[in-house]
């Protein structure tokens, strides 16, 4: 519910909820989402190239390549990469293409999760962003999470204290 208060995909029946001082109430509800980048639980891969699945489908080769590299790198995708015969243009599921390939719960994750790391969100979200991870490359993504979003607010919802120890703040919400 918390969440969903902040993305403003329902606004509060009591108090406020404020972005930088200011009501969130008082920003476009469209151009405020887009400030804010997610990761949830039930996330979802496209029937689309790996490029297109980390840019949610707004891809273009000749400026976004770059990109892409850089935030699979950041999720720890990379090593997986090297085996995809057709690298960021390898399409994901064998929905629509016989060739593509079907990638792991963890390296599913990750895909998603370079999905935060290609946007220029100041706000990241991230509902149990480990929760397919196995304890060591869980350990790798908390360090490149603190790495690489130092300038920016991120919410981490998790039962693992793994995870909650890298936090400036901890909230605990009872019932």
């Known amino acids: 519910t918390l969440i969903k208060l902040m993305m403003r995909l329902y606004d509060p029946t009591e108090g406020e909820i404020l972005y930088n001082g ?8 469209e151009c405020y989402r887009k400030m804010i980048g997610t990761v949830f639980q039930d996330y979802k891969l496209f029937a689309t190239s790996v490029a ?12 976004d390549c770059d990109t892409v590299l850089d935030a699979l790198d950041k999720a720890d995708f990379t090593e997986k990469l090297k ?3 057709n690298g960021i243009d ?35 979200i991230m509902d149990e962003p480990s929760s397919a991870l196995d304890p060591m490359a869980e350990y790798n993504l908390n360090q490149s999470i603190l790495n690489n979003t130092k300038d920016k607010t ?5 039962h693992r204290l793994s995870t909650t120890r890298i ?6 919400f009872s019932g």
């Not at 991120?154 to 998790?158: L, Q």
């Not at 936090?167 to 605990?172: E, G, R, S, T, V």
């Open 22 to 29: 200011v009501n969130v109430k008082q920003y476009d509800p």
């Open 154 to 158: 991120v919410i981490f919802i998790s």
């Open 90 to 124: 390898t399409h994901l599921t064998r929905e629509f293409n016989d060739e593509g390939t079907n990638l792991s719960g963890g390296e599913s994750q990750k895909v998603v999760i370079a999905r935060v790391f290609a946007g220029k969100y100041p706000i990241v």
């Open 52 to 63: 297109e699945n980390v840019m949610n489908g707004k891809y273009d080769q000749a400026s």
């Open 167 to 172: 936090a400036d703040k901890i909230y605990m």
């Open 83 to 85: 085996t995809l015969k």
